[in-house]
């Protein structure tokens, strides 16, 4: 199975910007939908956004349209979700993963970023 590394967390104030990275071990994303959760403490896992890798499409949750965005590096083979106007509510651990193109359900993590949100 391909492994995720996904990076970037860390402490921010509010209103402030991270971006957050999803490197692929090998040539793996170009037919597969890679998405950004999230999980705070005490909360269920919770879906953040989405690429299809093939043709770029995206998808977000309510609560991140207009301050994130999700892109992808061909090239580096590299997901990214570049989070702006960051809010306290934003802080938890972030996880990248892929989707099984068989199954439809994402079944591929990285091993989470944390992200904090300081007010």
């Known amino acids: 199975q391909v492994q995720l590394v996904d990076s970037g967390g860390g402490l921010v104030q509010a209103g402030g910007s991270l971006r957050l990275s999803c490197a692929a071990s090998?040539?793996?994303?170009?037919?597969?939908?890679v998405g950004w959760f999230r999980q705070a403490p005490g909360s269920e896992r919770e879906f953040v956004a989405a690429v299809v890798w093939s043709v770029g499409l995206t998808y977000y949750a309510d609560s991140v349209k207009g301050r994130f965005t999700i892109f992808r590096d061909n090239a580096k083979n590299t997901a990214y979700l570049q989070m702006n106007s960051l809010k306290s509510e934003d802080t938890a651990v972030y996880y990248c993963?892929?989707?099984?193109?068989?199954?439809?359900?994402?079944?591929?993590w990285g091993q989470g970023t944390q992200v904090t949100v300081s007010s």
């Open positions: 090998e040539r793996a994303f170009s037919s597969l939908t």
């Open positions: 993963a892929a989707k099984n193109r068989i199954t439809g359900e994402y079944d591929n």
